[in-house]
């Protein structure tokens, strides 16, 4: 397609390994959509792709999918007075100071209750990957629903909101490219992380049921946030696949292990990962899964066929 271009930005010891920027490149304004960590490395692969592109930062408008620091790290550095940041109006909140730091302490007493030990928050708290967010505050980010419609190099793109992998998440669909943005909801090369989020009831419902929406879309090319493409309709059927199989794993293990909390738990599940054991685990990877773990838990919660003891600090989950 003319005038849509994907930068390459490097994510330094990062298992993600590469986002996806894309360029729309348009006469009056260009669009880039997501941006890369708040990191020397990434700043200057994005500017070397957008100066190649021949890209005027005083023209370009930015479409961040989710809240990310990978996706939404690099906006400070890049924006100018002409600027217009586009990122859902649910997810605004957590991009400013006060907001963000009052989250962060809800989700250090968030994985207290997951199980999490005292020495390991703090080493958790204390890891590089929680550093990454926006050092200096942008404030003027562009409200986006569900809906919203953007014109960009002769494309018109549409927001649809995609809520599971962040509690807000957008996707940008061209229906006459029968094309979608589908940021961290679907990729091909690796599973979307589906955390808990204390502010939606149920995350992984939501994500599939965002799954299932977004499967009804004509999506004959996807274009993710992360690595490479591939068939947008055989990918969801094996999203929605994995998870039902997490789904069982997890519910076996509380059937065989009553009153585990959700840290031990999460440590008898498979995960893809080079370590021999749960104690092995670095402590930012402890946390993925942890929250992956949570996630499923609550479903299971949500369709009746577990309980969980909310009486004590440390959740405990028991089989109905």
């Not at 390459?8 to 304004?29: A, Q």
Request: with cysteine; proline share 5%.
């Amino acid at each position: 397609m003319s005038n849509l271009f994907c930068i390459g930005i490097p994510l330094p010891k990062n298992p993600l390994r590469i986002l996806n920027s894309y360029v729309i490149k348009g006469e009056d304004r260009n669009l880039v959509i997501d941006t890369g960590f708040k990191l020397p490395e990434c700043e200057a692969a994005l500017r070397q792709g957008l100066l190649e592109l021949d890209i005027d930062l005083n023209k370009t408008d930015f479409f961040i999918t989710h809240l990310h620091s990978d996706h939404s790290g690099l906006v400070p550095a890049l924006v100018t007075e002409n600027s217009r940041v586009y990122l859902s109006r649910i997810e605004i909140p957590w991009m400013f100071g006060d907001t963000r730091d009052a989250l962060w302490a809800g989700d250090r007493v968030k994985f207290q209750r997951a199980g999490f030990s005292e020495e390991e928050l703090s080493h958790l708290w204390k890891a590089p990957d929680r550093k990454l967010s926006p050092i200096r505050e942008f404030e003027d980010y562009l409200p986006v629903d569900d809906g919203d419609i953007f014109e960009y190099g002769g494309y018109r793109l549409k927001a649809v909101e995609t809520p599971g992998h962040t509690p807000a998440h957008m996707c940008l669909w061209m229906e006459d490219q029968k094309t979608m943005f589908t940021g961290d909801h679907l990729l091909f090369d690796i599973t979307p992380n589906i955390t808990h989020w204390d502010e939606i009831d149920d995350s992984l419902g939501s994500y599939l049921d965002s799954l299932r929406m977004t499967d009804k879309f004509d999506v004959q090319l996807a274009l993710p946030g992360h690595r490479e493409t591939g068939d947008f309709h055989a990918r969801t059927a094996e999203l929605l696949s994995h998870h039902e199989l997490r789904l069982d794993e997890s519910l076996e293990i509380v059937r065989k292990n009553p009153g585990l909390n959700i840290y031990d738990i999460a440590g008898k599940m498979s995960w893809k990962i080079r370590c021999n054991s749960w104690e092995d685990f670095p402590i930012t990877q402890k946390w993925f899964a942890v929250g992956e773990c949570h996630s499923h838990l609550r479903h299971l919660e949500k369709r009746g066929l577990i309980k969980a003891d909310y009486g004590e600090m440390v959740l405990h989950y028991y089989a109905t």
